[in-house]
């Protein structure tokens, strides 16, 4: 997409989704600076990225992105109307800079009409439009569900969609960091050492986090909160007067009373997914 639409320069908008945790922010940076350093700047682009949820009113959005851009974009320009300055700004039939926007949570542009969704979607679409549309939000469904006429109006953005992290993904991705954070001055740790967490640690809590949500960042989070664990108990063991002991190692047990303090038991996590008034109800008892 960045190669066909912004290195070629041509309009454009892609709608990422996935769960939270399953990489979309993080890889699109990657990918945007890999595109970014191999680029050869032929035609000016100007790139803003802006997260929504920074936005009071989903309108503000358009007063933003003008405080993001340079002078030289701006010049002959009323500001007064946010709506038409942007609009003129990548519809004018004068200007040369593509405008690639990446709207990192973008279901918080939502609205009655939804009129600030349709209208950027629209002008991204549009032949001879200087914009690259980039929206990122964790529902699938978000321009099926809330925008319907993009389709008839033959706007739809391309779609990729980021699938929760597998229990093989987030082993992998735990081992390599635990592996990094053994190194010692540059080296590797010595294969005598015992492991900072125990594989059966790290397999537990890959299969409880990718059976619950697939968030990568809750699996680091759950680590990291069993290595604390395993430190505080460790320390409580050794007397102060001792010799140094091997460092302590993360154990099933340690995981396992993180993941309850994290997930709970069952009933709770399914009473978290049900509404106010379902919540309402259950409390009457």
């Given at each position: 997409f960045w190669r066909t639409h912004v290195h070629a320069h041509k309009p454009g908008?892609?709608?990422?989704?996935?769960?939270?945790?399953?990489?979309?922010?993080?890889?699109?940076?990657?990918?945007?600076?890999?595109?970014?350093?191999?680029?050869?700047?032929?035609?000016?682009?100007?790139?803003?990225?802006?997260?929504?949820?920074?936005?009071?009113?989903?309108?503000?959005?358009?007063?933003?992105?003008?405080?993001?851009?340079?002078?030289?974009?701006?010049?002959?320009?009323?500001?007064?109307?946010?709506?038409?300055?942007?609009?003129?700004?990548?519809?004018?039939?004068?200007?040369?800079?593509?405008?690639?926007?990446?709207?990192?949570?973008?279901?918080?542009?939502?609205?009655?009409?939804?009129?600030?969704?349709?209208?950027?979607?629209?002008?991204?679409?549009?032949?001879?439009?200087?914009?690259?549309?980039?929206?990122?939000?964790n529902a699938l469904d978000l321009t099926e569900r809330f925008l319907p006429l993009l389709c008839a109006k033959s706007c739809e953005p391309q779609l990729l969609n980021f699938n929760p992290y597998t229990v093989d993904d987030i082993i992998g991705i735990l081992n390599e960091r635990l592996q990094e954070a053994a190194r010692v001055d540059g080296k590797e740790a010595a294969e005598a050492t015992p492991p900072l967490v125990q594989r059966n640690a790290i397999e537990l809590c890959a299969r409880k986090v990718a059976s619950a949500t697939g968030d990568l960042r809750k699996a680091m989070d759950v680590c990291r909160q069993a290595i604390e664990l395993a430190e505080q108990d460790y320390l409580?063991?050794?007397p102060a007067t001792s010799p140094a002991a091997p460092r302590p190692s993360v154990t099933v047990a340690h995981v396992l009373k993180v993941l309850s303090g994290v997930f709970g038991s069952a009933s709770v996590q399914v009473i978290r997914t049900i509404g106010f008034q379902q919540k309402l109800v259950l409390g009457a008892f």
């Open positions: 908008a892609l709608y990422i989704s996935g769960q939270p945790g399953t990489g979309k922010t993080a890889l699109l940076t990657e990918v945007v600076k890999a595109m970014e350093h191999g680029a050869t700047a032929k035609q000016p682009m100007r790139k803003v990225y802006l997260n929504c949820m920074s936005l009071v009113d989903p309108k503000d959005v358009y007063r933003r992105l003008l405080d993001e851009l340079p002078a030289t974009m701006l010049n002959g320009i009323s500001l007064d109307d946010p709506v038409q300055a942007i609009r003129q700004i990548v519809l004018g039939e004068r200007r040369k800079t593509l405008l690639v926007v990446i709207l990192d949570e973008i279901d918080h542009l939502l609205t009655k009409d939804q009129s600030v969704l349709y209208r950027l979607f629209e002008w991204a679409a549009q032949s001879g439009s200087r914009l690259v549309l980039v929206g990122i939000a409580a063991k050794q």
